[in-house]
Structures are given as C-alpha cells and as structure tokens.
C-alpha cells in the first residue's frame, strides 16, 4: 500500500498536475478533494472530463467516471460484493476505492490518452433494429459503419507511417525521380506537338477534342446528378407524407381538448401539488433538518478513543437484548386490544407508504417526460434546421413506444423483485442479528448455570475434570433440581405451542380455500393470456402484410409518376428541339439577307473564318519569336551578368567603407593613448 501510494504522489508532482503533495498531505485530502483529483487525472487523459465536481450532481460525476472507466478497460474487484462496495466507493470518495484507480491510470496515461482519443470514434452507436427498417436511415447508418472502417484503416496507415521512419534522402531521390519524369513527359508532349503542328486545321481539331471531353464530362456529371434528383424528390414526398401525418394528429389532438378533461387533469395536478407541499415535502425537509443537526451534533463532539468506542458499543449491546426481552414480553402477553391496533397501524403505514411511492413514481414521471419533451422539441428544430432530416413515422413510433411500454412493465416488475428481495434479506439479517444475541444470552446464561452448578470450563482442562469428578456426589442432588425445573418448562412450552396451533387453526382453515381459488385463478389467467397472445399474433402479421402492400403499391405510385414527369419533360425538350428546327430552316430558306445571316449555320462559318483569321496571326507571331529567340535569350544573358557585376561592385564598395571606418577608429584611439 506504501509504494503504491508512493507512486501516485510521484507521478501527481511531475507534468502537467505539478501538485506538490507529500505522503501525508495526499493521505490527509478530504473524499471531494480526492474525488476532484481522479477527476483532474481523467481530464488529462480526455479533454471533455474537466469540470468541476461541485458544479455538478453526484450521481452524474458517478455515471460520468463510470462510463470512461469502462470505456478505457479498468477492471474492477471480481465478486458482485466487492463491485458494489467499489462503485459506492468511488461515489463517497474513500481511499480504499480511489486510490486504486489513480495508481491504474497514472502509470499510463499516453496509452490511456490513445484509447480515449480512439474510443471517441469508434464507439459504435446503438441503434433500435426498429429505426433500421427505413431506407434513409439504414443507408445513412451503413455509411457511418463504413467511416468507421475508413477511420481504422487511415488510422494504421498514420502509425505505420510514424513507425516506418522515412529518411530525408529516401524524400530527396523520390522527388529527383519525380522531377526526371516531369521532363520527360514535357519533352514527350513537345514531340507530339511539333507532330500534330505539321497536320492541316490542327486547332480546330483540337478544339473539338477538346468540345468533346467537356461534353463527355457534362454527360457523366448529369448522369450522376439523375440519380440524386430521384432520391430527393422521393425524399421530399417521404416529408410531405409526414407532414401530412403530423397535420392530422395535431387536429386530432385539437378535437379531444374539451374543457371537461382540461378541468379534470388540472384537478388532478392540483391535489398531487397539495400532496407534495402539504405532507411529502414538509416531512423530507423536516428528516433533512434532523439528519443535519445530527450531522452537525456528531461533528462538534470532540474525537472519541478506543475505549469510550467499546464502552458505547457495549451499551448499545445491552440496549439491543432489553429491547428484545421487552418484544419477547409483548409477544407472550398477547393483548388483543393492542393487537388490533397494531395491525390498523401497519395498514396506515402500508398506505402512507404507497402513497410516498406513488408521489415519487409521479414525479420521476413527469420529469422524465418533460426531459423528453426537451429532448423531442430540440431533435425537431434540428431536423428542421437541416435539410432532408429524417425522422420516425407515425407508426413506427407507435410501435417503438408499445415496445419501450412492455420493456418499462418488465423493468418494473425486476425493479419490485429486487426490492422485495431486499426487504427479505433485511428481515433475515435482523432475524439473524437476533439469533446472535440470543445465542451470546444463552452463553452467558449457561456460563453463570455453570458458575452455580460449580461446572465452568467443563471441557477445558483435566483440573477442572478432576474437580468435577471429586464434588460429582455433591451435584446429583441439584441435577435431579434442575431436570424437574426442565421438565416443567418443557411442559409449559408445549401447553403454549398447542395454544398457538388452536389459535392459528381458524385462519389455516380460511385460508386453504382461499389458497385453492388463487390456483384456479392463475389458472384461468394463464389460459385467457395464451388466448390473447395468439390472437394478437395474427393481427401483427396481417398488419404485417397489409404494411407491406401498402409499401410495394406507394413505390408502384412514385416510380409511375417519376416516369410520368420525365416523359413530359422529354417531350418538351423535343418540341422545342423541332421547333428550333423549323425555325432555322425557315431563316435558311428566307430570301432576307439579314434574316438568314442568323442562322445558326451562318454564325458558326463566321466563327470558323475568324478562327482560321487568328489561328493564321498566331502562327505569324510564332515564327517571329522562333526568328528572334536566339539573339532575345543572349541579351537576357547580358543583362544577368551585368546585374551580377552590379552587386559585386556594391559589395566590394561596402567592404572598403567598412574598413576605412575601422581604421579611423584605431588611429583615435592611438592619439587619445600619445595625448595620455
């Protein structure tokens, strides 16, 4: 324990915690002091986890270190006790939890740093299979599996290039190779040039290679951009859909707010809100209030010893067996009158507990409504915000909701096993408690029969057998004593068992047949259940298959229509195709001068002549820069040397102004030296 605590100080003083702790300093820290230390160490493995633990709620600070303690793969204690006592640990802040923990993390925070940083990519969501059935979301959900897998791949490539360790001269031949291959496309590309310059009207058939590759490229882009066009008007029918869908539940919902059912809810609201301030918040703040003045009583009484602390426990001891002396003298005094009242008092205990839990089911309820109602509205505005959002059906929701009811009852159901469970084991652990104490009574008792009988320490020592076996003679008399005072309270004993069982005959009687009818019940309930699973079985798959038609005819409806469309679109571009037609030969035929000069014939033979007008000025101007190129790249040269000898000179006109100033400076300092 010293060297792991050892450890954990060491690695707190270094980068980047710097937090100047020795062993006793760090052993003295307070449970939040320490709670906010593991967090400061979770923050430096990932960036998100910095906040302050007093800013925020127990249980989220629990759940938060819970979530990335897994995420990193830290293993608890093995046993289902020990995982418990761990996780309460860890909540409170105690050393025997905490300490562990800091002593895992700090010995390696680079490779926990690494998991973190993966871990926010490649966790993979949790999606319902419900919510898959629809195409957009599986399609999307298919993408993100595969950036998944983009991500690990570039991932291992980015390592291994960091493992590889390329060398600068590797980097400086592969760039010289590159630059070798540059030159020699350009010289292949100069080749052909010269070749295709020897071909008559090579711009113009260059020009129109070149008219062809734009247009290949607009065909493959259009043919690209077809298929995106149909997904986003199936798209935006899928929403007009839902809108529609979304139209006819708020008209619903406009229809069945009547002011009778208005006034019974707020009715409702009104008595639990009188309930909460009236009986339940008064009594938790009040419980709160004791429980702070005893916290309060505890923390000002001065530190107790081991003896004052064995002192309390042994009157606690001692107040536990004449608390149970005064039950087991209840018990045998048996007063109907206190009966009954005990009994109508634990049925009104009963009740009022019921009613706390209900309150308190009401109020997680209505908060766990309202925190989806937040959630609901804020994924709406998102979904608007952004365009071609997908969101649930109406119908796949129903069912979503149907499914999380039935997983809610389950949970419910587990929720009150465990409870009574806990209960039961609470009664057992008291019964045993009891048991104990009686037993140590017992002990006592026969210790102090003994001490009378003058037979202590029967089996414990030959002396003690030797003693015995000398006053045996003297003992016979008290033995017979005390097998007569045994033999009397067995006979009371069993007078009061047969009083118990002629008491209890009656309600055993009641209850048999009661017992019986709850079988057949059970029994009728079972069958009525089977009844009921069958026949909701069959309405699922003819719903089912009804769904299903209903699906393949709206496609039928969207492809005719798509089809429909782009029919009349193609009928429109022909008309105006043969429309264009007909308007150029009628201008072609037209004895107008001016009106056939804009045909589109004419204006492409005009283009042409121009073309072959610039392309002969261009070729002119090439064979005069080939004329002159010689004597343009010497005078270039010239120039370049001339500029070289022009820095030169000023370089050296530099030099002798710097060392005539140097000399000045040695010839003052030799006058001012002769004037000394």
Request: proline share 2%; charged share 35%.
């Amino acid at each position: 324990m010293s060297e792991q605590l050892k450890l954990i100080v060491e690695q707190l003083n270094r980068d980047p915690f710097r937090r100047n702790f020795n062993l006793i300093t760090f052993d003295s820290l307070e449970p939040m002091q320490l709670l906010q230390i593991l967090n400061d160490v979770l923050a430096e493995i990932d960036a998100k986890q910095a906040i302050d633990i007093r800013e925020e709620m127990p249980e989220q600070t629990a759940k938060r270190m819970f979530t990335l303690l897994g995420m990193l793969k830290y293993k608890p204690p093995g046993s289902q006790s020990e995982a418990s006592s761990f996780r309460q640990g860890l909540v409170t802040g105690s050393k025997p939890a905490v300490h562990p923990v800091l002593h895992w993390l700090l010995q390696r925070v680079p490779e926990l740093k690494k998991r973190a940083y993966l871990a926010r990519f490649l966790v993979r969501l949790e999606v319902p299979v419900d919510f898959l059935q629809d195409d957009v979301i599986a399609e999307t959900f298919h993408q993100y599996e595969e950036l998944l897998e983009a991500f690990k791949s570039c991932h291992k490539e980015c390592e291994q290039l960091k493992n590889s360790g390329f060398s600068t001269a590797e980097i400086r031949r592969d760039i010289g190779a590159m630059e070798e291959e540059r030159e020699q496309l350009l010289k292949r590309v100069e080749r052909l040039r010269k070749r295709v310059e020897s071909v008559a009207k090579h711009q113009h058939m260059l020009e129109l290679a070149r008219q062809l590759r734009l247009e290949k490229e607009r065909e493959e882009s259009l043919a690209h951009q077809k298929p995106e066009q149909k997904n986003q008007l199936f798209q935006a029918e899928q929403r007009l859909q839902r809108s529609e869908l979304q139209l006819k539940d708020l008209r619903q919902a406009a229809a069945d707010a009547k002011p009778e059912s208005l006034m019974k809810r707020l009715e409702e609201e009104i008595k639990f809100n009188s309930y909460m301030v009236a009986d339940k918040l008064p009594k938790e703040l009040e419980s709160k209030r004791l429980t702070v003045q005893y916290l309060q009583k505890v923390a000002a009484e001065p530190a107790m010893g081991q003896a004052e602390l064995t002192e309390l426990e042994d009157k606690i001891r001692e107040t536990n067996v004449q608390i149970n002396l005064l039950i087991e003298k209840r018990m045998m005094r048996n007063d109907p009158i206190d009966d009954k009242l005990s009994l109508f008092r634990q049925q009104a205990s009963i009740i009022a507990r019921k009613k706390e839990a209900k309150a308190e089911e009401l109020q997680e309820a209505r908060e766990e409504m309202a925190a989806l109602e937040r959630e609901l509205n804020a994924k709406n505005s998102q979904a608007r915000d952004q365009d071609g959002a997908e969101l649930i059906r109406g119908d796949e929701f129903k069912r979503y909701v149907a499914k999380m009811r039935s997983k809610n009852t389950t949970y419910k159901k587990k929720r009150q096993e465990i409870a009574e469970l806990r209960a039961e084991y609470g009664v057992l652990q008291r019964t045993e408690e009891i048991l104990k104490q009686r037993h140590e009574v017992g002990l006592q008792q026969l210790q102090s029969v003994e001490v009378q009988k003058g037979i202590s320490g029967y089996s414990d020592t030959q002396e003690e057998l030797e003693r015995v076996s000398a006053i045996k003679s003297e003992l016979d008399e008290m033995k017979g004593r005390t097998l007569d005072s045994m033999s009397e309270m067995v006979k009371k004993l069993n007078s009061m068992i047969s009083e118990k069982k002629s008491a209890l005959a009656p309600v055993i009687k009641e209850l048999r047949p009661l017992r019986q009818q709850c079988q057949e019940l059970t029994q009728e309930y079972d069958e009525k259940k089977a009844q009921y699973d069958t026949c909701a079985a069959g309405l699922e798959s003819n719903r089912s298959k009804l769904e299903q038609d209903v699906k393949g005819l709206r496609e039928e409806v969207a492809q005719e229509e798509n089809r429909y469309h782009y029919i009349n679109a193609m009928k429109q571009i022909t008309e105006m195709q043969i429309q264009r037609a007909a308007d150029e030969m009628k201008a072609y035929v037209s004895s107008d001068t001016q009106e056939r000069k804009k045909t589109i014939r004419e204006q492409y033979m005009k283009n042409i002549a121009e073309q072959e007008s610039l392309g002969k000025k261009l070729r002119e101007q090439q064979k005069v820069v080939r004329e002159t190129h010689g004597a343009n790249m010497k005078q270039v040269k010239m120039w370049k040397d001339l500029e070289q000898l022009m820095e030169c000179k000023r370089q050296c006109f530099l030099r002798a102004q710097s060392q005539v100033s140097v000399g000045q400076v040695i010839q003052e300092a030799g006058e001012d030296r002769l004037v000394l």
